[in-house]
C-alpha cells in the first residue's frame, strides 16, 4: 500500500517566513539580507520539524526500543535546509512559496555554510548512517562534538594550498537545540584514591583532577517521509563555574584559569588528518571528552525506565566509529564499577554485549596508538582499567595457547596485547572490549581476517563480520541531482527513495534509445552546471561536450592523484608531439584537501594546478583537454560535481582503500568507474559487469605479495618503458614550473627510498601502462554514444546494493537488533 505523504502547510510557511524576519531582524523582506531571509526560512522549517521531533520522542518513552549509539568524532552531514525539505517531502512546496515570496530556493539554500564536522569517508559514512537510521524507523543517537572549527577551508593561491579556518557558526546555527540541562561532568588528570567505604566496598576515586561541563546541542536528522525525527548530539565543552574568583588561595586560582583554558581549547578544532593519526595530548581528551558524556547520557537515560543495569545492553547498543570512541569500553566499565557497584565480571559482561567496533583502513599509520604515560596522566582511572583488561586479556592468550603445539606464545602477546611497547593499543581495546569487529567492503573484511587481523580472528572468528558501507540516495540522487531522480520517478515510480534496489527495473531500458537519449541529456544538463560553477570558480571554460573525468576525494599518496595526473602530463606531451592524432576531448577534473601537514600531498596539489596553468593556456592543445582543480572540495559542491561526472575515478593502490564511498555516488549517478580491484570497487564491478566499469593495476594478492618480498624495482620501469619516462622526467625538466627542482621530491618518491618508504611506495609506475590503456578504451567507448548510454544507465540501474539503506538494515539484523518505532506520520 502506497504510503501518504507527509503533509506540509505551504501557506503558514510563508507567514511564518514573513515573521520570522520581522522578529529575529526587525525588517520586511525588502530590507532582509539573503543571509536574514535563509535564516528566517531555516528557523520556519525547524518549527515543522520539531513536532515530529518530539512525537519521535514520545513513542520512543512509550515503546522502549534498543538505542543505538553512533559514536563517532566526525560527522560530515553537509548543508542541512535542502535535505530536511526533502525528508519532509516538503522541498516542492517550500520551493514554490520562495518563488511567490520572489526568492529562489537555490539561492537561500547557498547561504547556509556546509557544516564539515569531519575530513572524509568516515565522517560522511556517519552522517549517511544516520538519514538511513531515521528513515528505516530505528531509535538513534549520533554522538560526536560540536567543534567550533570544522574542516578548513581550502583556498587555492599561485597554485598552492592555503587553509582557512571554517566558520560555520559564525551566524549561529537555526536548527540546533541547546541542551544545558542535559550537561555533565568530565574529569582529568590528578590521581586515583583508593579506600573502603562503610560497606566495605573498595571504592576508586579519582581527585585532583581539572573537570569541564559538557553541553549538548541536538541537531535533528529527519527520516524520509515517516515522521521519525532521530538526534545528532555534538558535545561543546565550558567551564565549571563553581568558584568565587576572590576567595581563591593561590592553588585554586591556577586551577580554575587551567580549567577555563582547557575548555575553550577542547572543541575547538577538528583535527585536519585523513587516515593518519597525529598523537596530540588534546585529540586524546576530546575522544573521551564526547565519550564520557555520550556514555554517561546513555546509562541515565537506561536507567530512566529500566532498574536493572546488567540488561542495560538490552536497550542499548555502542557503536564505535574507527578507533578514536574506543574509550567508551573502559568509561562503560568504569560507570558500571564506580558508580553502580557492579563487579568486573558483571560489567565486562555488559561492557562486551553493548559495544562494537568498525575498522575503516588497514593503513599502518592510521592504526592508534597513544603512549601509556600520557594516556595515564590525562586519564588516571581509565588507565587501570585498560591495565586490568590488558592483565585479563594477556592471561586468556595464555591459557588458550599455552601447549598449543607449534604456536609462539609470546608472539602471540606481542601482537594482540592491548599494552605493548608503553603504548595503548586502541584497535586491540576495541576488539577485545566488544563483540562484534567489521570492515567496511567484502575485500578489506577479508584482509582483516587474514593479515592485519589474523591473530584476533584466530582466537575470536565469532566477532569478525563484514558490513560494506552505502550512500544515502535522499541527499545523493534526489538532492544532488533532481533531474536524473524526476526521470527515474517516471520510469519506474518512486518506490526507490526508500527502496533502492528498484533500480534493477532501470535495466529494462538500457537498450531503449528514447531512454539512451533522455539519460545522456540529463548528464549534459548536469555537465553544463558544473561547467557553469567553473567557469564562475576558476574563470576557466570547459566544453561539456568533452568526457567528465572526475577524481573528488581527500588526498592521499595511496589514493594516487599523482598516477592520474602523471598520466595526464603523459597525454599532454603526446597530443604536443601528434597533433593530427584522433583525441576525444576530456575535462580532466580534481577536488582534494590535504592534511595541513602532509607536504608530499600538499605538493601534489601544486603540481596539478601548474599542469592545469600549461594545459589550459597552451594553444597547441586546442582545447582537447582541460585540467580544472576545484578549490575547497566539500559536500555541497560535491553533490554538482558527482551529477556531472562521466567517469569515476577510483584507483587506489590495491588493498589500502578499505571501501571508498564516492565510488559509489558517481556509480548512482550514472558515472562509469574505471578503478582497481580495491575496497568497494570489487563489489561495484561485480554489480555492474565487467563490461561496464575499466579496471586495471595491480590485484591486492599481488600487492601484498611485492610489499612482502621487497622485489619491486621501479627503476627498471623507468628505464625500460619510455612512456613512464617522459612522463616522469617531465617533472623536473621545466615543463610545468620554472624552477626544476619544485617537483623534484615527487620525482624522488617514485624513484628513491625516501625517509622509511620504499620507491614509488603506492606503485604508479607498475601500473601506470594499463591505467592509460584503460584510459584508452574510455575514449573509444565514449565516441561510441549508444554504447555509452548503456553503460553509464547500466551504472545506475545496478547501484541498488549501495545504499546506506541496505548497510543499516544488516547492522541491525546481524549485529543490533534493533526494534522498528511505531509513529504515526503526519
Ligand atoms: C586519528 C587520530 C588523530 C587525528 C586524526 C585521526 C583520523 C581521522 C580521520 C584517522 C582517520 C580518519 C579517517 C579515515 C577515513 O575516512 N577512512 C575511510 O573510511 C571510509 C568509510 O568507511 C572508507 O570508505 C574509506 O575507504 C576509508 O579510507
Same mark, same amino acid.
Given at each position: ?28 523582506? *525588502? ?33 522502549? %526500543? ?56 568516515? &565522517? ?36 598552492? @594550498? ?101 575548555? =575553550? ?34 546509562? @541515565? ?80 582511572? $581509565?588507565? @587501570?582499567?585498560?591495565?586490568? $583488561? ?54 578489506? #573484511? ?23 558501507? &552505502? ?17 527515474? #520517478? ?53 566544453? %561539456? ?115 571508498? #564511498? ?28 565487467? *563490461? ?17 618480498? &621487497? ?10 618503458? %619510455? ?72 551504472? #545506475? ?6 545504499? =546506506? ?22
Amino acid at each position: 500500500m502506497k504510503k501518504k505523504p507527509l503533509s506540509f502547510d505551504k501557506d503558514l510557511f510563508k507567514r511564518s517566513v514573513l515573521y520570522n524576519v520581522k522578529t529575529l531582524y526587525r525588517k520586511t523582506m *525588502e530590507e532582509a539580507t539573503p543571509q536574514e531571509i535563509y535564516q528566517a526560512a531555516a528557523y520556519a522549517i525547524k518549527d515543522a520539524i520539531v513536532d515530529h521531533w518530539m512525537t519521535t520522542q514520545k513513542a520512543a518513552a512509550e515503546q522502549d %526500543p534498543k538505542i543505538v549509539y553512533y559514536m563517532s568524532m566526525e560527522f560530515l552531514m553537509g548543508r542541512a535546509f535542502g535535505n530536511n525539505l526533502i525528508n519532509l517531502q516538503a522541498y516542492k512546496p517550500v520551493k514554490e512559496a520562495l518563488d511567490e515570496l520572489g526568492l529562489d530556493v537555490n539561492l537561500v539554500e547557498d547561504q547556509e555554510p556546509d557544516p564539515a564536522l569531519g575530513n572524509g569517508g568516515l &565522517g560522511r559514512l556517519a552522517a549517511c548512517f544516520l538519514d538511513s537510521l531515521a528513515t528505516l524507523g530505528y531509535m538513534a543517537y549520533g554522538c560526536g562534538i560540536r567543534y567550533k572549527y570544522g574542516m578548513f577551508r581550502q583556498q587555492i593561491k599561485d597554485g598552492y @594550498q592555503v587553509e582557512v579556518p571554517d566558520t560555520w557558526l559564525e551566524n549561529g546555527n537555526p536548527f540546533e537545540l541547546r541542551r544545558s540541562e542535559l550537561a555533565k561532568e568530565v574529569k582529568f588528570g590528578g590521581y586515583v584514591n583508593m579506600f573502603t567505604d562503610e560497606y566495605g566496598r573498595t571504592i576508586f576515586r579519582q581527585e585532583g583532577y581539572q573537570v569541564v561541563r559538557a553541553v549538548p546541542y541536538d541537531l535533528p536528522v529527519i527520516g524520509y517521509g515517516n515522521g521519525v525525527v532521530d538526534t545528532l548530539r555534538i558535545w561543546d565543552a565550558e567551564p565549571i563555574q563553581c568558584f568565587q574568583l576572590d576567595s581563591f588561595d593561590k592553588g585554586d586560582y591556577q586551577k580554575a584559569v587551567e580549567q577555563e583554558n582547557l575548555a =575553550s581549547q577542547l572543541c575547538e578544532v577538528l583535527y585536519p588528518n585523513d587516515n593518519h593519526i597525529a598523537g596530540k595530548e588534546l585529540r586524546l581528551k576530546q575522544q573521551y571528552f564526547f565519550i564520557s558524556a555520550s556514555v554517561q547520557t546513555a546509562v @541515565q537515560r537506561y536507567l530512566r525506565n529500566h532498574d536493572d543495569i546488567r540488561k542495560l545492553y538490552e536497550k542499548t547498543v555502542f557503536q564505535l566509529n574507527d578507533t578514536h570512541p574506543t574509550v567508551a569500553v573502559a568509561e562503560l566499565m568504569r560507570i558500571l564499577m564506580d558508580d553502580y557497584y557492579l563487579s568486573w565480571d558483571d560489567a565486562w559482561d555488559v561492557t562486551t554485549k553493548t559495544c562494537c567496533y568498525t575498522n575503516h583502513t588497514i593503513m599502518s599509520e592510521a592504526l592508534e596508538k597513544w603512549p601509556v604515560d600520557l594516556f595515564q596522566r590525562l586519564l588516571p582511572r $581509565i588507565y @587501570q582499567i585498560v591495565d586490568e $583488561i590488558n592483565r585479563r586479556f594477556v592471561d586468556q592468550i595464555m591459557r588458550t595457547y599455552s601447549g598449543s603445539a607449534g604456536i609462539d606464545v609470546q608472539a602471540k602477546i606481542r601482537s594482540m596485547a592491548i599494552l605493548y611497547d608503553n603504548q595503548v593499543k586502541m584497535a586491540h581495546l576495541a576488539i577485545v572490549g566488544g563483540h562484534s569487529v567489521n570492515g567496511v567492503a567484502k575485500l578489506h #573484511t577479508e584482509i582483516l581476517k587474514q593479515r592485519e587481523l589474523k591473530d584476533f580472528y584466530e582466537m575470536m572468528p565469532e566477532k569478525f563480520n563484514n558490513k560494506t558501507n &552505502g550512500i544515502t540516495q535522499r541527499r545523493f540522487l534526489m538532492h544532488a541531482n533532481p533531474l536524473l531522480a524526476d526521470w527515474v #520517478t517516471e520510469k519506474i515510480g518512486d518506490d526507490w527513495i526508500t527502496d533502492l534496489s528498484q533500480m534493477d527495473k532501470l535495466k529494462d531500458f538500457v537498450n531503449d534509445k528514447k531512454a539512451q537519449a533522455e539519460f545522456m541529456d540529463i548528464k549534459l544538463k548536469n555537465k553544463q552546471r558544473l561547467a557553469e560553477y567553473i567557469l564562475e570558480h576558476n574563470g576557466v571554460k570547459v566544453d %561539456p561536450k568533452s568526457i567528465f573525468d572526475v577524481q573528488v576525494k581527500r588526498l592521499h599518496e595511496y589514493k594516487r592523484q599523482l598516477l592520474n595526473i602523471l598520466t595526464v602530463m603523459y597525454k599532454y606531451h603526446d597530443i604536443k608531439s601528434h597533433p593530427n592524432k584522433d583525441f576525444y576531448p576530456k575535462t580532466y577534473i580534481f577536488g582534494a584537501k590535504a592534511a595541513a601537514g602532509y607536504l608530499t600531498a600538499k605538493l601534489t596539489i601544486k603540481l596539478i594546478n601548474s599542469v592545469a596553468e600549461v594545459i589550459n593556456n597552451d594553444p597547441d592543445i586546442k582545447g582537447k583537454i582541460k585540467v580544472v582543480f576545484i578549490e575547497d572540495y566539500r559536500v555541497s559542491n560535491a553533490e554538482l560535481i558527482f551529477a556531472a561526472a562521466d567517469v569515476s575515478e577510483q584507483i587506489s593502490t590495491a588493498s589500502k582503500e578499505a571501501s571508498g #564511498t564516492g565510488n559509489m555516488k558517481m556509480m548512482l549517478n550514472g558515472a562509469v568507474t574505471i578503478g582497481t580491484m580495491d575496497g568497494a570497487n570489487v563489489e561495484i564491478v561485480n554489480e555492474v559487469g565487467e *563490461e561496464n566499469a575499466f579496471i586495471f593495476g595491480l590485484s591486492s594478492q599481488e600487492v601484498m605479495e611485492y610489499e612482502k618480498n &621487497g622485489n619491486y624495482n621501479p627503476m627498471d620501469i623507468y628505464n625500460s618503458d %619510455p612512456n613512464v619516462k617522459k612522463a616522469l622526467d617531465m617533472l623536473v625538466d621545466g615543463t610545468f614550473s620554472k624552477d626544476k627542482e619544485l617537483f623534484r621530491p615527487l620525482y624522488n618518491c617514485l624513484l628513491n627510498k625516501v625517509g622509511g618508504n620504499r620507491a614509488d611506495q603506492y606503485f604508479i609506475l607498475k601500473d601506470f601502462e594499463s591505467y592509460l590503456e584503460a584510459q584508452k578504451k574510455i575514449s573509444d567507448a565514449y565516441a561510441d554514444k549508444k554504447r555509452w548510454a548503456k553503460m553509464a544507465l547500466m551504472n #545506475t540501474a545496478c547501484c541498488g546494493k549501495f545504499s =546506506s539503506d541496505r548497510t543499516i538494515q544488516e547492522y541491525v539484523d546481524e549485529v543490533w537488533h534493533l526494534d522498528k518505532l511505531n509513529v504515526e506520520a503526519k
